[in-house]
Every structure is written in C-alpha cells, then in structure tokens.
C-alpha cells in the first residue's frame, strides 16, 4: 500500500540531525511525583501549553494549581483548556482511530464550535491568521479537496501504525503527521490543539504510555516565534507547499526531549 499523503523526502536528514540517545532520552521520561489518580501533572501542563500556543490568556502554572488544588478561577479562563484536558484524558485511554480522534476533536472543541461542527470536516476553504496583527499567514486545502486529503491522511496512519518503526522514525513521523494535519487544516477550529494531540497520542501508540510525559506543547510554546516560522517555511498556499523545508519544524519535536 505504502504512503499516499505523508512525505519521506527529508527522513535521511532527519536521522543524521537528531540526538544518537533519542531512545535513552525518551525511556527517562517518567510521571511527575505531584500526578494523582485524580490529577495529571503533565497532562494539565501538556494541555494548557498548547491553549497558550493558540492565545488563551491564563498562565500555565495558574492552570496546574487550579486543576490540582481546584482554585476558583473564572469559567471562561479554564474551560477551553480543561476541553484539551479531557481530549487528553480520553486519548490516553483509548487507541488511535479516526473515530476516536474525530472524538477527541468533538471534547476540544466544545467551547470553539457549534456543535454541529464539533469533530466534522470542513466545508468552507479557511485562512489562518496570525493572533496579534490578524495578517492571513496561510490558506489551507481548499474546501474541496479537505475530505478526500483526510480520509488518505487516515489511510497512511493506519498504514503507518502496522509497520515496525524504530524510535527514529516514530518521531519523524509524529511531526510530520503535526505538520500535514495542520497544513491540510481539516477543521474549522481546533487544528493545532488536534495537531499537538496526534503527535503524542501517535507516539503513545507506538511506544507506550511515556509518550504522555513528553512536554512537547510547552517546548512548543516556550519557542513559540520558531514555531510558528517553521510551521511558515514551507509556504503560504496549501497547493505549493514544499516539505523539502519542513526539517526545522520536524527538530523541534526530539529536541523537546
């Protein structure tokens, strides 16, 4: 069957650029010693990263105390993060399914979308526009190619999920699969917490349950800037991206080890 959608083209670069220890980096993970069976440190960190990546304004150590000592913060502070929370929560206990990603697409979302719009496809094409100064940094797919691209997109992941992949090739795809969903934009919001959340909860199917230890988001989010510029290298059009310029990007996910 092979790949349809997933580019190789940089993996040799890839593998020749990233730490020879990778697999002694990730087997140290291990859970925080403050994780309860009530409260997850890194999850709570994991999903507030990724809420200030997308410009929620509460701080990410605001939100841990909140969720381990259940502070009285205002409603419209904490519920999109505690959204991600959940999406986390239920992506933890559950494998790696485009049915159960539209799901955890539908828990992100419950405070982004109506309803009918929660964990569905888009119909309409869709700009991104960068926070602060509202410019339009990229179009995505065009509207009509956004249900053929994501159904593909699940055919290489479930292609993906059947190979024996080494841990090299665990996080280049990871990235790469953060990098297309984003590029093809599929929904209309939610796309980068759903991103961020596929790249770990892709690992955590090939590897195991330390992949959720991982502080990838708030690697992202503590080099926000360099984020953003890798994710803009490759173009502003959706038709003339040119992924020979992603490795950038690609780095960032192992360097966060």
């Not at 990778?22 to 997850?40: H, R, V, Y």
């Not at 799901?103 to 979302?109: G, M, P």
């Not at 991982?214 to 989010?221: C, D, F, I, R, T």
Request: charged share 20%.
């Amino acid at each position: 069957m092979g790949l349809k959608i997933i580019p190789l083209v940089l993996f040799d670069a890839y593998e020749q650029a990233i730490s020879s220890n990778l697999s002694a980096l990730f087997d140290a993970l291990q859970d925080s010693a403050i994780s309860t069976e009530n409260f997850s440190f890194y999850t709570s960190v994991s999903a507030m990263a990724s809420s200030k990546i997308e410009g929620e304004s509460l701080e990410i150590d605001s939100y841990v105390k909140y969720k381990m000592l259940n502070l009285g913060y205002q409603q419209d502070l904490v519920e999109k993060p505690n959204d991600l929370y959940q999406a986390y929560l239920f992506a933890q206990k559950n494998a790696l399914t485009q049915s159960n990603f539209l799901k955890a697409h539908q828990l992100i979302t419950a405070h982004l979308l109506a309803a009918a719009k929660q964990g569905k496809c888009r119909t309409t094409n869709m700009v991104v526009m960068e926070h602060k100064t509202f410019r339009i940094q990229y179009e995505a797919a065009p509207a009509e190619q956004v249900k053929k691209l994501f159904k593909l997109f699940w055919q290489d992941i479930s292609w993906l999920k059947k190979q024996a992949l080494s841990i090299n090739e665990v996080f280049y795809f990871a990235s790469v699969l953060h990098l297309v969903l984003v590029n093809v934009h599929p929904f209309e919001d939610g796309n980068g917490r759903a991103g961020r959340l596929l790249e770990k909860w892709f690992i955590a199917e090939k590897l195991g349950q330390k992949a959720w230890y991982l502080q990838s988001e708030l690697y992202y989010y503590q080099h926000i800037n360099d984020y953003y510029k890798n994710l803009n290298r490759l173009g502003i059009f959706y038709d003339q991206l040119n992924y020979a310029n992603s490795l950038p990007f690609l780095l960032m996910l192992p360097n966060s080890l």
